[in-house]
């Protein structure tokens, strides 16, 4: 079947504009989470949605980046004013929560912003 | 908080040779264990996990895992690679907590190079 999809692949953008990034999760995938894969600081854990329950936004590095999800499935992730140290490998990734706790995440390609 | 510790950044290898990358980890309680591979140009691919029970996992491709508990340990070996293996290795862990994000925290990744 279909894996995780994000769009754009690529995106470069000026230092102080907003970008939005899009995660199209694996259909029946309740968990969304973003990471986000830069030179300095490897993979970090962004932000997490579960249903519709409130997202975990423990992640987030700043007031500047922000997610939604809508209807369940569809993410975006915001990043406003972005900043040079904002360029990095967005990455999505979607699971199937059962009632248990084994829990594997499905990678998508990564958008990799560049902010110049 | 934990954190995962991947002591080889980059190891070159020679095809047929025997691979093991080590991957440490630091958490009081129990986890779940995950090995990711990237291939060049490719996204996050899962090679193997760990919930429970056999602590020696067998993925694809011929890898395999051993989990030691007292070691905290969760190293990837492979008998004899090939140079498609060539790729970043990444060793994530999270906590099988119920009713949360179970984000992975991630190794900073091995770089393995296999030569023709």
């Known amino acids: 079947g279909a894996g995780v999809s994000q769009s754009p692949s690529n995106k470069v953008t000026e230092k102080g504009k907003d970008v939005e990034l899009r995660c199209d999760p694996i259909s029946g995938h309740t968990a969304l989470y973003w990471y986000r894969q830069s030179l300095g600081q490897g993979l970090e854990f962004l932000i997490y949605?579960?249903?519709?329950?409130?997202?975990?936004k423990s992640g987030l590095p700043s007031d500047r980046f922000s997610a939604e999800r809508t209807g369940g499935s569809v993410s975006t992730l915001t990043i406003q004013r972005t900043q040079q140290e904002d360029s990095a490998v967005y990455l999505c990734?979607?699971?199937?929560?059962?009632?248990?706790?084994?829990?594997?995440?499905?990678f998508g390609p990564g958008t990799r912003l560049l902010v110049l | 908080a934990q954190s995962v510790s991947q002591h080889n950044h980059h190891v070159i290898l020679s095809e047929a040779a025997s691979l093991e990358l080590g991957c440490n980890y630091s958490?009081?309680?129990?986890?779940?264990l995950f090995w990711y591979v990237q291939y060049p140009g490719q996204h996050l691919q899962l090679l193997l996990k760990?919930?429970?029970?056999?602590?020696l996992v067998k993925g694809i491709k011929g890898f395999e895992a051993e989990f030691i508990k007292s070691k905290f340990s969760f190293n990837l070996r492979k008998p004899s690679v090939q140079w498609s293996d060539t790729a970043e290795y990444f060793c994530?862990?999270?906590?099988?907590?119920?009713?949360?994000?179970?984000?992975?925290?991630f190794g900073s990744g091995t770089q393995l190079t296999v030569l023709p």
């Open positions: 760990y919930f429970s029970g056999d602590p």
């Open positions: 994530a862990v999270n906590p099988p907590l119920r009713g949360s994000a179970r984000q992975l925290t």
């Open positions: 958490y009081g309680g129990t986890v779940n």
């Open positions: 949605f579960q249903g519709n329950s409130a997202p975990d």
């Open positions: 990734a979607s699971s199937r929560r059962t009632g248990g706790v084994q829990e594997t995440q499905y």
